[in-house]
């Protein structure tokens, strides 16, 4: 059943809206520059896609804030025990939790959401590593679709932090310059942070108050393949099932799809990966391959609603958009990585998202009009 999409808003490494984020995946315009957030020298790189705002003292909040405000603030909300409230993230507020003593780093974020969005429903947050936004939106999906809630505010939301910029570091995973998905010479992802939610309703819902969606969400798939605690099955095979089950779940075969949304890191491993996957699933012809870390970085748990966002309004704009970052396609492979903008009429996609631990997910989306 389509779920669809009727608000939303995002902040990204190109500033609050939306528009901004198209009109720089459009573009090929990158994000990632020097990082001022807090100190970087001596590591693998000094850059990161650092959101251009200011958000107060406790960052993650302040970008959740910043997104809501556009998600939630062209309706009046009355509270609602059939609305859930669904958050992805990997480290939440880690402030909260290293400089204040607290023990959860996503409760307040959630509770602060449900109160601005008067959830009467389930509230949940959702740590599924880099895929965890994804996973938000699939719960989401099965409280629609089961019944129990009408709708669902969805929110990714991830802040630069020294910890974890420090862990890429040490992991030797982030590139001196900005990342470069697919790129014969990338050397490794670039940090990334940003926020956006989403409100999710049934069809039903959508059509009684007449809104008019920005896309349609019409499958989800997970699966993990528990391959090593940081990198992936090289043959893609998690990533491979979640696909598969994402588009049973859209009752679509893969001849329907128009495009492959990358999950695109721009490490070698990843690439290759997903390279591979490709191959397994779409045959040796391809798909169109579209990506957006190198504009706005790797955000993490909140990876998942980002990239949507700039998939759908790349959909909405009937074109296929560039892979920000490269310039030499890895003659290793066998993809058909978008190098330049070109027309597309194709109104459906393929989304995903991977995760340290193996954990995967794919969601199929389509176009607000078909």
Not at 177 to 185: I, K, N, Q, T, V
Not at 278 to 296: D, H, V, W
Not at 322 to 335: C, F, S, T
């Amino acid at each position: 059943m389509p779920v669809a999409i009727t608000g939303y808003g995002i902040v990204s490494a190109h500033g609050p809206g939306l528009e901004p984020l198209a009109e720089a995946l459009r573009a090929g315009k990158t994000g990632v520059r020097p990082v001022t957030a807090f100190p970087v020298e001596g590591l693998c790189s000094n850059l990161a896609a650092q959101a251009p705002v200011t958000t107060g003292a406790d960052r993650a909040l302040g970008l959740l804030q910043l997104a809501a405000e556009e998600a939630l603030g062209w309706r009046d909300w009355a509270p609602s025990k059939r609305r859930a409230v669904l958050l992805g993230s990997t480290k939440g507020s880690l402030p909260r939790v290293l400089e204040q003593g607290e023990s959860d780093p996503f409760a307040h974020l959630t509770a602060w959401l449900a109160e601005r969005s008067r959830a009467r429903g389930p509230v949940r947050a959702i740590g599924c590593a880099c895929a965890s936004s994804t996973a938000a939106i699939g719960a989401a999906l099965h409280l629609i679709e089961s019944g129990r809630c009408d709708e669902a505010v969805v929110a990714g939301v991830e802040a630069l932090h020294p910890f974890v910029y420090s862990g890429f570091h040490a992991l030797k995973a982030m590139s001196p310059r900005p990342a470069a998905p697919f790129d014969a010479h990338r050397q490794g992802l670039s940090m990334g942070e940003g926020a956006a939610v989403l409100v999710l309703e049934s069809a039903g819902s959508a059509a009684a108050n007449r809104r008019k969606p920005l896309g349609w969400i019409e499958g989800f798939g997970a699966a993990s393949d528990a391959n090593d605690q940081t990198a992936p099955h090289p043959e893609g095979e998690g990533l491979l099932r979640a696909c598969q089950a994402a588009l049973k779940s859209a009752q679509l075969e893969v001849g329907g799809l128009g495009r492959y949304h990358a999950h695109g890191t721009a490490t070698v491993q990843n690439d290759a990966m997903e390279a591979a996957m490709c191959q397994r699933l779409f045959g040796p012809n391809g798909i169109a391959l579209c990506a957006t870390k190198g504009s706005i970085g790797h955000t993490l748990g909140a990876a998942g609603v980002l990239d949507l966002l700039g998939c759908l309004a790349s959909l909405n704009a009937r074109e296929l958009w560039p892979v920000v970052g490269l310039e030499e396609p890895d003659p290793k492979l066998a993809v058909a990585a978008v190098t330049a903008i070109r027309s597309d009429p194709h109104p459906r996609a393929l989304l995903a998202t991977a995760g340290f631990g193996g954990i995967n997910a794919a969601l199929v989306l389509r176009r607000s009009d078909p």
